[in-house]
T-cell receptor, first 111, second 108 residues
């Protein structure tokens, strides 16, 4: 079955470290998205990519970076510049419009 | 003010009860989505609608474009319906706004 795979499910980071969250899809979707979810808040868009080798900043891109070298992969790096990285991160994809499929998420915590 | 407001934030129901979750939005939209987030965090799309009403099993979603309001109804609720239900609207371009979610607990 097609879907989105996010890994790992839980991730711990030390202060000052960069960490990369994986997102892979086998839906042949062109568009992919990264969202951040915090308690009591709606999902907020970090980055999105509508096509390979192209991506755009979302509402809260500071402290994050992405790449889209392959259609099926859209990894998110949380850099040390992100001062409050503890959150739940969701990856999503679509044929080109709003996100249609979501992954199961990665919960990032700071040690 | 959030572009999408949901109510209630939390809801507890007895098994078998009829449940209604409300969503109001303030932006012009192309479509409205109802999403279900499981306790583990994964999200599933339940409905996408731009007018009228849709039904899938025990779930019914309605939208009133003039009033900028949508409702999600669950008939004969069951403990397995316990989840967070999120309303989201697609605006102009790639804009997509999420509500903060309604946490539903159905007690046996």
């Amino acid at each position: 079955d097609g879907g989105i795979t996010q890994s790992p499910k839980y991730l711990f980071r030390k202060e000052g470290q960069n960490v990369t969250l994986s997102c892979e899809q086998n839906l042949n979707h062109d568009a992919m998205y990264w969202y951040r979810q915090d308690p009591g808040q709606g999902l907020r868009l970090i980055y999105y990519s509508q096509i390979v080798n192209d991506f755009q900043k979302g509402d809260i891109a500071e402290g994050y970076s992405v790449s889209r070298e392959k259609k099926e992969s859209f990894p998110l790096t949380v850099t040390s510049a992100q001062k409050n990285p503890t959150a739940f991160y969701l990856c999503a994809s679509s044929m080109g419009g709003p996100p249609q499929h979501f992954g199961d998420g990665t919960r990032l915590s700071i040690l | 003010k959030n572009e999408v407001e949901q109510s209630p934030q939390n809801l507890t129901a007895q098994e078998g009860e009829f449940i209604t979750i409300n969503c109001s939005y303030s932006v012009g939209i192309s479509a409205l989505h109802w999403l279900q987030q499981h306790p583990g965090g994964g999200i599933v799309s339940l409905f996408m609608l731009s007018s009228g009403k849709k039904k899938h099993g025990r779930l019914i979603a309605t939208i009133n474009i003039q009033e900028k309001h949508s409702s999600l109804h669950i008939t004969a609720s069951h403990p397995r319906d316990s989840a967070v239900y999120i309303c989201a609207v697609g605006g102009a371009g790639n804009q997509f706004y999420f509500g903060t979610g309604t946490s539903l607990t159905v007690i046996p």
